[in-house]
């Protein structure tokens, strides 16, 4: 682990970009009822009930030392999981491999 944190700490190098990926299910809800509103000396009461509108796939590819950052949301997880690679690929086009 402590190698793995040794990459953070290197200087930025274009040549040899730190680039980091996540992808996240998630489900996406709406509410069934309205929300009663806030009226003085009460709080916002929210019903627990929910209806399922599906899911989405978020892809998150970014360099931290460069400040660069795509995210990208499919609505199925693609067969390929190499989804990030592609989408950061073209930022670092003059990029070596360590």
Known sequence: M???LDVYKRPYDPLYPVVCMDESPKQLISETKVPIPVSPGHV???DY??????VCNI???SEPLAGKRI????QKKPKWTGLPLLMI??????AQKK
Do not use: M
């Not at 009930?49 to 599906?54: L, N, V």
């Not at 995210?71 to 499919?74: G, I, Y």
């Not at 690929?89 to 003059?94: A, D, H």
């Open 59 to 61: 892809f998150l590819a």
């Open 89 to 94: 690929s073209p930022v670092n086009t003059r």
């Open 44 to 46: 916002a009461k929210h």
């Open 71 to 74: 995210v990208k949301v499919t």
């Open 2 to 4: 402590e190698r793995v």
């Open 49 to 54: 009930e929910y209806r399922r509108c599906g």
